[in-house]
């Protein structure tokens, strides 16, 4: 539910080395989150052998929330509650990632409280494979059972070898209504993973954010 290509400005990782990832894990599902960017999973979707959501992981004012099942790009720097109703009026799926992390670009609590009370939250990432203190990922359950919400796994990985370190197992699904009914019955798992890229030489073709 949350991995990277080479349209995020902060990894190289190229369709052929997605595809050879898919292969080798059996994922059936990729949600391609571009930062602020959706045309590369767009690009994705008509070339992996497995189905691509189109997402974003877009930098609010306060933190990182991502979007999945998006027909467009939502640009950065809005307000948490501006670019959740942006994603809902896409008819999409409002996905909090790494939520408790202060390591990363998470979204501050107090926004997470009013997106939680406001009714605009569908998920919250409550096991991110790159979060290396697990008390971290505790604490994002916690959020998503108090609050009832879905409970979504990734590797937010910027590596084609990081696919699959964190997944939900979930019943097959037709549209994003079905999808967020779906994670309700899911099942968390996976593990840490958080290695470089191994050196290699490699020519990475030019891409544009957009």
Known sequence: MHFHSMWSGDCTTT???IERAVV????????????NAVNG???????LSCRVVVGEELRTGRGEI???FLRERIPLGLSPVEAARRI??????VYIPHPFDPMRANLHRESLSELTELGLVDAVEVLNAKTSLQALNADARAHAERFGLGMG??????????????LV?????????EFKANLHSGRVVGHHWDQPRPW???????TKAV
């Open 153 to 166: 796994a990734g590797s937010d990985g910027h590596v084609a070898e990081a696919l699959g370190a964190a």
């Open 15 to 17: 369709p052929e080395e």
């Open 88 to 93: 809902r009026d896409q008819g999409g799926v």
């Open 200 to 206: 290699c030489p490699r020519i990475v073709p030019s």
């Open 24 to 35: 080798a894990s059996g994922i059936d599902v990729v949600c391609i989150t571009d930062h």
């Open 41 to 47: 999973a767009f690009e994705l979707a008509a070339e």
């Open 66 to 68: 991502i979007g999945l």
């Open 169 to 177: 197992e979930m019943p097959d699904f037709d549209s994003a209504d």
